[in-house]
């Protein structure tokens, strides 16, 4: 069974800067990690920041956007997640998610669009 591993999560004051990481494990070729999404407490999971399978084209929430770059390497299967000026607003759970399939050029933004879920890496912002 394939599984998403992330890495990269932790506590760092605010303005400062954390890179998340995301590679399947088992059967690494059989999905693509496209997407991120985040979650705190009480609220319902949201996307982050998605990247096509050939790595060229990105979406990014308002939120992030100039802060925050997605990006893919596909030697390695394996997607990031910089993230810098950091806000404590951005404190969450940090999920990768993965699709089994992908037109090389499109990048997808609803929950359902993924079939595999990382664990979540916790990432914290103090003021």
């Known amino acids: 069974q394939v599984q998403l591993v992330e890495s990269g999560g932790g506590l760092v004051q605010a303005g400062g800067s954390l890179r998340l990481s995301c590679v399947p494990s088992g059967r690494s070729s059989s999905i693509y990690p496209m997407g991120w999404f985040r979650q705190t407490p009480g609220q319902e999971r949201e996307l982050v920041a998605a990247v096509s399978r050939s790595g060229t084209n990105t979406y990014y929430t308002d939120s992030v956007e100039g802060r925050f770059t997605i990006s893919r390497d596909n030697a390695k299967n394996t997607m990031y997640l910089q993230m810098n000026s950091l806000k404590p607003e951005d404190t969450a759970v940090y999920y990768c998610?993965?699709?089994?399939?992908?037109?090389?050029?499109?990048?997808?933004?609803?929950?359902?669009?993924?079939?595999?879920w990382g664990q979540g890496t916790q990432v914290t912002v103090s003021s």
């Open positions: 998610a993965a699709r089994p399939d992908s037109a090389s050029g499109a990048y997808y933004r609803m929950k359902d669009s993924y079939a595999t």
